[in-house]
């Protein structure tokens, strides 16, 4: 099962994806554009990975799929799947990318080159390294380790003109941007965003049409809220901290944010922990972070979202099961079931690739092969 618990007091460990895996295409060199294609609807892609896997990390290149697993033990190995139709085809399979694992594992695509963020220490993690890879997942260079640096979901975030972001979580849990060169290497000192006073829990970074979009569940006051703010491409903070959550009588914990580029509009979802079981909530903003809706849409826990063209994706889970639905920007609501073979969730992602969502998840317990790439079409 996807694990919550606890990195390093109060970092949370979770696997979940980095929020940029849409890389600029290359031209055509077909009749089909490499950019025209699709996971097909109704139909998903599956291949089989490490049946340990505890933890899962995707990410869209120009030419498809990269899969990041992590087992048991903390090895972490690397999959790939070219999307030449609408239907990948696995490339490479199995490649070993690092050890010592512990933690959220993520990846963030650069052209045709990855970034992959791994906690490493155990049995307790004591840092965060920067693993720099080619397309064939062979390392570009040295991993650069951050001693002490804690990441949760979401800890590395690429604008659109190539600046690149690393948040993470000090022990004495104040929460700290820089920025990074491809290959992880720092670029300058760090940038304080979030006071230690604030009990910071799942600090999240996303990119934005100007800089950076941070949001966290802050422990103080209680109950726990849901926090925002906006960062330049520079990391200073250009809209300070805004509450999200709304329920001011229950904690409000694991938050997550998606942000339309079309539209301006950011999705916020979190955890409402009620009287009546765990809640899913989300909010709707404009570009200032100024609510125009909030919604519940459903119970259960560790909500994440991604934007696509059209519309908004959001994924939970719920006991065994992964539930989802699709949200528009005037917060529409559009459930969505995800099937498997009859068996449970071990690890799951959410991706976009040319504009269309997908979930990726590893099933335990099932039947035939195991890695399931399901764009979840309304």
Request: with cysteine; charged share 15%; aromatic share 8%.
């Amino acid at each position: 099962m996807k694990s919550l618990a606890l990195l390093m007091i109060p970092v949370v460990a979770a696997c979940g994806r980095m929020g940029f895996d849409q890389p600029a295409h290359p031209d055509a060199t077909s009749d089909t554009a490499i950019d025209l294609l699709h996971l097909t609807c109704g139909a998903p892609a599956r291949f089989s990975v490490g049946a340990a896997t505890s933890r899962l990390a995707a990410t869209s290149t120009p030419g498809g799929y990269n899969v990041f697993t992590v087992d048991n033990t903390g090895d972490v190995r690397g999959f790939t799947y070219e999307l030449t139709t609408d239907k990948p085809v696995a490339q490479l399979d199995n490649v070993a990318i690092t050890a010592n694992a512990n933690g959220p594992l993520g990846s963030i695509a650069l052209d045709d080159k990855l970034l992959l963020a791994v906690p490493y220490g155990r049995p307790v993690a004591t840092g965060t390294q920067l693993v720099p890879l080619d397309a064939q997942l062979a390392t570009r260079g040295q991993p650069t380790m951050q001693d002490g640096w804690f990441g949760s979901f979401n800890t590395l975030a690429a604008t659109g003109s190539g600046t690149l972001a690393f948040l993470g979580q000090l022990g004495n849990g104040e929460v700290d941007a820089k920025l990074v060169s491809p290959l992880g290497v720092d670029l300058g000192a760090p940038h304080p965003v979030i006071d230690q006073a604030d009990g910071a829990s799942l600090p999240t970074i996303l990119p934005t049409a100007t800089g950076f979009v941070v949001v966290w569940a802050a422990n103080a006051p209680s109950p726990n809220e849901v926090h925002a703010e906006l960062l330049d491409a520079q990391l200073a903070i250009q809209t300070p901290a805004t509450t999200v959550s709304f329920l001011t009588q229950f904690d409000a914990e694991v938050p997550r944010i998606g942000y339309s580029a079309t539209s301006g509009t950011y999705m916020f979802a979190w955890v409402e922990k009620t009287g009546q079981g765990d809640q899913i909530w989300v909010s709707l903003r404009d570009a200032s972070l100024n609510e125009s809706q909030h919604l519940k849409i459903g119970s259960g826990y560790a909500p994440a979202i991604v934007a696509g063209d059209n519309d908004f994706l959001v994924v939970w889970e719920d006991g065994l099961q992964l539930d989802a639905a699709r949200i528009t920007t005037g917060g529409q609501v559009t459930p969505l079931s995800i099937l498997g073979s009859g068996g449970k969730f071990a690890a799951w992602d959410l991706v976009v690739h040319n504009g269309q969502p997908a979930v990726v998840w590893a099933e335990t317990g099932g039947t035939g092969a195991n890695l399931w790439l399901d764009p979840l079409c309304n």
